[in-house]
């Protein structure tokens, strides 16, 4: 039960997130969901409704890489895609998730590829 709750506190946290956080053609919204072993992100043009870039630690062949390391990873490899769209500046959305750990090791990594968060 205490999952199903802890779940269910992270939905209502991004819910309220996001009544203010959206993403525009001039800075798209970075969303970033994390399941227990991967980590997604993507851009999103939420007046158009279309994402713009995406990417996850799926992709990552980094044997025996940490998920910590993973993440790092997907904002990099995100961080390049977004350039090669000149997209230099995202809204972050952190999803309802603490920003700490993952999502920060992919934010700090987003910040090290040239996106402004």
Known sequence: MAAETRRAARIRRHRRIRQRVTGRPERPRLAVFRSLKHTYAQVIDDV?????????????SAE???KLERAA??????????????ISAVVFDRGGHRYH???????DALRAGGIAL
């Open 101 to 107: 750990g993952r999502v920060k090791a992919l934010a």
């Open 48 to 60: 158009a409704g279309h994402t713009l870039a995406a990417s996850s630690s799926r992709e990552s």
């Open 73 to 86: 990873d997907v904002g990099a490899r995100l961080a390049k895609r977004a350039e090669e769209l000149d």
């Open 64 to 66: 025996g890489a940490t």
